[in-house]
Each structure stands twice: as C-alpha cells, then as structure tokens.
C-alpha cells in the first residue's frame, strides 16, 4: 500500500503562484508513474500533468506553459509548480502513483484562485 500526501493549496490572487507537492511512502517511488489531477465542483476529475519514472511529462493544454511538474526521487516527492493562476485553476488537487496494475490516490488538496 502506497500513501500519498498532499500539501501547498491555499487561496491565491489571480496571475500568481502556488507549489504543490506529494509525499509517498514506499521503497520504489523512483519506479512510480505519478500525476496530478483536479476536480472542481460539478465536474469529473481531470488529468493535469503526468511525469514517467523517466522523466517524461504530459500536460493538459489548458496548463501548458503555466504548470511544471517535477519528482525528487530521494525525497519521495512529486511537485506541481502552478504560474500564472486563473479563476478556472480553482479545484480539489489529487496525486496519484501508478505502478504496474497499482493506482493509489491522495487525499487532495485545494486550490482556490479568487480575487
């Protein structure tokens, strides 16, 4: 069993900035495949950025260009860099670790962008 552990939300002005991350457990995180999704309200939960245990990342097109994702693997920790945040950012944010035929998720953490 993988736990995931979210933190950085908060409520954040339009145009600026919040750094997300997620702590696992686990001996093999460098083997995960992690992501970030989001789920506003009413909506289904959408993929916003994918990082392979390679390194390799896919973004949503509404975030590219404005979110960065990243893993420290001697940390055990992925990490959401969000710039240039807009009303529509506004969600729960979940991580997620894949391996293999594995999905855990975390528990979320909300972002909020208003003015």
């Known amino acids: 069993q993988v736990q995931l552990v979210e933190s950085g939300g908060g409520l954040v002005q339009p145009g600026g900035s919040l750094r997300l991350s997620c702590a696992a457990s686990?001996?093999?995180?460098?083997?995960?495949?992690m992501g970030w999704y989001r789920q506003a309200p009413g909506l289904q939960r959408e993929l916003v950025a994918v990082?392979?245990?390679?390194?390799?990342?896919t973004y949503a097109d509404s975030v590219k260009g404005r979110f960065t994702i990243s893993r420290d693997n001697a940390k055990n920790t992925v990490y959401l860099q969000t710039n240039s945040l807009k009303p529509e950012d506004t969600a729960v944010y979940y991580c997620?670790?894949?391996?293999?035929?594995?999905?855990?998720w975390g528990q979320g953490t909300q972002v909020t962008v208003s003015s």
């Open positions: 686990g001996s093999i995180f460098r083997l995960y495949v």
């Open positions: 990082i392979t245990d390679g390194g390799r990342t």
């Open positions: 997620k670790a894949n391996h293999a035929t594995n999905n855990y």
